[in-house]
C-alpha cells in the first residue's frame, strides 16, 4: 500500500472529508505528518435526500476531543432541515512503523448509489443497469469491476455523447474544421479516435479554468495500462469518468437544449413577424 508521505494538516483535513464523503469501506489511507489533527472534519458536504441537494453537514466536537485512538464512531447531521443523519464508523491509528492509517468499517445509511435525474433520462434502462452495478461495484472498494462496467455504459452512449459535446461547441463557436469531422466521427468505431474527438469538441472555453481536458480520463478505460492497476486506482479512474460522464449528460446538456430551444424560439418568432408582415391589411 502506498504511503502519503509528510501531508498538511489542512491537507489531511479535506483528505479525510474526502475519505468520509465518498470512499469505499475499508480503503486505507495511510500516511505521515498532519500530526495535529487528531479530530474528524467538523463539516462534511453530502447529498440529502430530504433538502434533496447536496448540504453541509456538521458533527458536534467537545474540548479535547481525540478520534486517533483506534476504532471509533461519528454522527453527522444536515445543517440545512436538522432531519437527517448519518453515522461513520472507522478506525484511525498510529501504527508502528509511524505512518497512520485511518479507513472506514462501516457507515449508515450506506453509501448512496443515487444516479442523478439528469443522467437517469440520458440512459436507457439496460444501461442505467448497468451503471447501478458500477457504482455497487465501487462502494465496495471493487475497482477493476467497477471500470469494466463503465466501460460498457460510456461506449454505448458514445453516440449520444458526441451529439451533445458538438452541440455545445457549436453553440460556443467552435473551429469549422473541429465540427466537420462529426459526421466521420459518427460512423468511426475505434474507441480512442472517438475520445480524442470529444476532447477536441471540448474546447477550453466550455471547461473550468486551469484543468485538464476531462475527457482524456475516458482513455483510461480503453488503455491497456488498466490491466496492472489496482482496485483503489480503478476506483479513482472511475470517480473522474463519472464526473466526466455526470457533466456532459448533466449540466452541458441541460445548457445546450436551452441554448437550442432558446434559438427555435427566436427562429419561430421571427417566422410569425414575417408572416404578419406578409398578409395584406385587411
Ligand atoms: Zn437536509
Redesign the pocket.
Known amino acids: 500500500m502506498s504511503v502519503e508521505q509528510f501531508i498538511t494538516d489542512e491537507q489531511l483535513q479535506t483528505k479525510l472529508q474526502v475519505v468520509l464523503q465518498t470512499w469505499p469501506l475499508y480503503r486505507q489511507l495511510n500516511y505521515t505528518g498532519g500530526d495535529q489533527v487528531k479530530v474528524v472534519p467538523q463539516h462534511l458536504s453530502l447529498f440529502?435526500d430530504?433538502?434533496n441537494k447536496d448540504?453541509f453537514w456538521e458533527t458536534y466536537i467537545y474540548p479535547g476531543q481525540n478520534n486517533k485512538e483506534g476504532f471509533k464512531e461519528k454522527e453527522y447531521k444536515?445543517r440545512?432541515?436538522?432531519?437527517?443523519t448519518v453515522t461513520y464508523y472507522f478506525y484511525w491509528n498510529k501504527q508502528k512503523n509511524n505512518t497512520t492509517l485511518v479507513f472506514k468499517v462501516g457507515q449508515y445509511p450506506e453509501l448512496e448509489e443515487r444516479v442523478s435525474d439528469t443522467l437517469k433520462t440520458a440512459l436507457s434502462a439496460e444501461d442505467l443497469k448497468v451503471y447501478k452495478n458500477a457504482l455497487r461495484m465501487r462502494n465496495f472498494n471493487l475497482g477493476i469491476a467497477a471500470v469494466a462496467y463503465m466501460r460498457r455504459v460510456v461506449e454505448n452512449r458514445m453516440s449520444d455523447m458526441l451529439e451533445v459535446l458538438h452541440e455545445a461547441a457549436r453553440v460556443h463557436n467552435a473551429p469549422p474544421e473541429v465540427l466537420s469531422r462529426h459526421e466521420e466521427m459518427m460512423k468511426e468505431k475505434r474507441f480512442s479516435v472517438r475520445v480524442d474527438y470529444a476532447g477536441d469538441l471540448l474546447s477550453e472555453s466550455l471547461r473550468p479554468k486551469g484543468q485538464p481536458n476531462p475527457m482524456a480520463i475516458l482513455h483510461e478505460l480503453a488503455s491497456d495500462g488498466l490491466h496492472t492497476k489496482t482496485d483503489e486506482e480503478c476506483v479513482d479512474i472511475f470517480d473522474a469518468c463519472r464526473q466526466t460522464f455526470e457533466f456532459v449528460f448533466g449540466k452541458m446538456r441541460i445548457e445546450t437544449e436551452e441554448a437550442k430551444n432558446f434559438v427555435k424560439g427566436m427562429a419561430e418568432l421571427a417566422e410569425k413577424r414575417a408572416k404578419a408582415q406578409a398578409k395584406p391589411a385587411p
Open positions: 440529502c430530504n433538502c448540504t444536515c440545512n432541515c436538522g432531519n437527517r
